[in-house]
Antibody
Framework: QVQLQESGPGLVKPSQTLSLTCSVF??????????WSWIRQRPGKGLEWIGY???????YYNPSLRSRVKISIDTSKNQFSLRLSPATAADTAVYYC???????????????WGQGTLVTVSS | EVVMTQSPGTLSVSPGERATLSCRAS??????LAWYQQKPGQAPRLLIY???TRATGIPARFSGSGSGTDFTLTVSSLQSEDFAVYYC???????????FGGGTKVEIK
């Protein structure tokens, strides 16, 4: 069974770049068909989808974040990553990586999630 | 953007009782609706997709219904492990559109 694990700095200064990595265990990130997403949960608020990447490197981002977000994939390390820049206090959140339930095409709902990592944007 | 509104914000229920949670979309999403359960300190767990299909391993006491703009998640007989926050999520395949509701907290009465 595939497991996901987020990692990265827990504290980021405003105007800098928020960078996180999701490691995939128990399966290959390039097994041919899955879409890999980032989702965040700001304190006291609901969940917000950030974007996804396919193993080929194709991406799609939430329009509200598109200008600041980049998601990349490293199949050799079985990882995918999130970069958000410039970070602001409003980006303080628990960030989750997740696998789309679809294979070959995104279903846009998620059956596998990482445990989440809290990132605080503060000076 | 499709706005998802969940009600009530908090639901107080006794163990063994039925819980009924509502989710309303600002425009029709057909049956493109998923439900998740989240416990403190944990990631969301997929319960339902396609408005009414239970995900793998989800007990039969969880059921989903609805289409268009109005959806319901029912837990027929609440167990102690079911007290949590529940989120609905609408999805559209292309262009991708995903938005979540604000959540309903189910607490012990």
């Amino acid at each position: 069974q595939v497991q996901l694990q987020e990692s990265g700095p827990g504290l980021v200064k405003p105007s800098q770049t928020l960078s996180l990595t999701c490691s995939v265990f128990g399966g290959s990130i390039s097994s041919g068909g899955y879409f890999w997403s980032w989702i965040r949960q700001r304190p006291g608020k609901g969940l917000e989808w950030i974007g996804y990447i396919f193993e080929s490197g194709s991406t799609y981002y939430n329009p509200s974040l598109r200008s600041r977000v980049k998601i990349s994939i490293d199949t050799s390390k079985n990882q995918f990553s999130l970069r958000l820049s410039p970070a602001t206090a409003a980006d303080t959140a628990v960030y989750y990586c997740a696998r789309d339930a679809g294979w070959g095409a995104p279903y846009n709902w998620f059956d596998t999630w990482g445990q989440g990592t809290l990132v605080t944007v503060s000076s | 953007e499709v706005v998802m509104t969940q009600s009530p914000g908090t639901l107080s229920v006794s163990p063994g009782e039925r819980a009924t949670l509502s989710c309303r979309a600002s425009q029709s999403v057909s049956r493109n609706l998923a439900w998740y359960q989240q416990k403190p300190g944990q990631a969301p767990r997929l319960l339902i997709y396609g408005a009414s299909t239970r995900a793998t391993g989800i007990p039969a006491r969880f059921s989903g219904s609805g289409s268009g703009t109005d959806f319901t998640l029912t837990v027929s007989s609440l167990q102690s492990e079911d007290f949590a926050v529940y989120y609905c999520q609408q999805y559209k395949n292309w262009p991708p559109s995903l938005t979540f509701g604000g959540g309903t907290k189910v607490e012990i009465k």
